[in-house]
């Protein structure tokens, strides 16, 4: 079973219910990469069953799939150069290059069926109270590869990311400045600066008490001479640590010892999954308001998203990021 590590946060306004997710997932289901093609994406039930979400509790799940086949470009280049000169040896004059293009795609054509696949399950977390869509991607072009495969079943995308009135990184780099992270959240013992120059100079610390002085004052510097924070490792009550990104996506996630102790108490695999995911669920349903609300509180409008607070160093308004 695939544990959540990342996400990437998205919003939906609309009142459709499990049965309008669970046919839009349906339009478009995983179906094993063919012989000829180099690639295939749909949803594929989590379980294994006729449903398309899984319902955990109250928290749905959904699995979006991806197979591709494995055949390098430079491999299909190497064999076509070979027979190319086999070619022209035996008629004495080189390919054209329409002909060695045609060569290369006759070779692809040829190996492609054979070519080994590979592939790689999205789990994407969804919360109908309130409102929440993840899809557990470190980058955000595999989120938007996810979100696209659903934008292209649906008549009405109900979908848009997740936005707050605060930038990420200037929101960081104030809780850095005061030494500790506001509300339920603590810091943690890793964080990355980045210049904002041309260098893009990167700063970072890890496995470092940050509230410590002599680390707090070099950091302190950092931030004086303009780096701004681009990774910053939280914790949340005890009970789930994660690293906040400048762009606004949660990576590295992992639930406190204790829960999953007592998800492990269920008699199978399935169950115990299922325990794991709903205490999981249950923290982000509690997490996220609170963690939007650092943030300065999520953003009615487009235009509202990414300001900056103001440096208590500089007095000056900090660099913008957007949040995804």
């Known amino acids: 079973m695939i544990e959540f590590k990342n996400l ?18 349906l339009r478009r289901p995983f179906l094993p990469v063919g012989p000829q093609n180099e690639t295939s994406e749909g949803w ?12 955990v ?56 069926p054979r070519a080994f696949t590979r592939r790689r399950r999205v789990p994407v977390w969804i919360d109908p109270r309130e409102g929440w869509f993840a899809v557990d991607a470190g980058s955000l072009a595999l989120a938007e590869r996810v979100i696209d495969t659903l934008r292209a079943s649906a008549e009405r995308f109900p979908l848009k990311p ?73 914790a949340y009550a005890d009970r789930l640590s994660f690293v906040l990104t400048a762009d606004g996506a949660l990576k590295r996630l992992a639930r ?9 108490e269920a008699r199978d695999a399935r169950e115990r999954f299922e325990g794991r995911f709903y205490l999981f669920a249950e923290t982000l349903r509690a997490m996220l308001p609170a963690l939007s609300v650092a943030l300065g509180g999520e953003s009615a409008e487009d235009g509202e998203q990414g300001k900056s607070s103001t440096s208590p160093i500089s007095g000056k308004a900090g660099s913008q990021a957007s949040s995804a």
């Open 256 to 264: 406190s010892d204790a829960e999953d102790e007592t998800a492990g």
């Open 162 to 234: 997740w936005r707050t009135r605060l930038a990420p990184a200037s929101a960081m780099a104030d809780w850095l400045l005061a030494g500790e992270a506001p509300g339920p959240f603590s810091l943690e013992d890793e964080v990355q600066l980045e210049a904002q120059d041309d260098s893009r100079a990167l700063v970072r610390y890890a496995r470092l008490p940050l509230q410590e002085e002599k680390v707090a004052a070099e950091i302190r510097a950092h931030l004086a001479a303009g780096k701004r924070p681009t990774r910053l490792a939280l």
């Open 8 to 25: 990437r946060l998205y919003r939906w306004d609309g009142p459709e219910g499990r049965t309008y997710w669970n046919e839009l997932f």
């Open 44 to 55: 594929a039930p989590p379980f294994g069953d006729d449903e398309a979400i899984a319902d």
């Open 57 to 112: 509790g109250g928290h749905w799940l959904a699995h979006w799939v991806r197979e591709e086949r494995l055949l390098p470009a430079s491999v299909v280049k190497a064999e076509a150069e070979q027979r190319a000169e086999a070619i022209a040896e035996e008629r004495g004059y080189p390919l054209s290059r329409k002909e060695l293009r045609d060569l290369r795609e006759a070779i692809r054509a040829e190996w492609l």
